[in-house]
């Protein structure tokens, strides 16, 4: 059986840069909940996986290595793709950037104990 995925946080982040609307996301994203039920979990945790999808306006810009080292050691998965946006200032031309971040943890099939 394949891992299962038990958690989906989202975030919106936005910043002058790509790089600081992407890490104001993944604050965003796991300040929505605390998940206690992960310290109950030993063997699981051990063996836990997460990917992380983001949707901002240039995803060459995006260092996906730094982004995975964020949840080290857990094996990461980071995807980026074209999304978010980029939000021009009329009077000025200054840009505000916004990503778009979901992050999803997988764990390995739990055992059910059934009475």
């Known amino acids: 059986m394949t891992d299962q995925r038990a958690i989906i946080k989202m975030g919106m982040g936005t910043g002058k840069t790509i790089d600081e609307a992407v890490a104001?996301?993944?604050?965003d994203a796991a300040s929505h909940s605390t998940l206690q039920f992960l310290d109950k979990l030993t063997e699981?945790?051990?063996r836990l996986r997460?990917?992380?999808?983001l949707g901002v306006s240039d995803p060459a810009q995006v260092d996906a290595p730094a982004v995975?080292?964020?949840?080290?050691?857990?094996?990461?998965e980071v995807i980026v793709a074209k999304g978010g946006l980029t939000s021009t200032d009329p009077e000025t031309g200054s840009t505000v950037q916004i990503a778009a971040v979901a992050v999803e943890v997988f764990l390995p099939p739990m055992s059910s104990s059934t009475p």
């Open 24 to 27: 104001h996301g993944l604050l």
């Open 44 to 46: 699981a945790r051990q």
């Open 50 to 53: 997460i990917k992380v999808s």
């Open 68 to 76: 995975a080292a964020q949840f080290s050691p857990a094996p990461t």
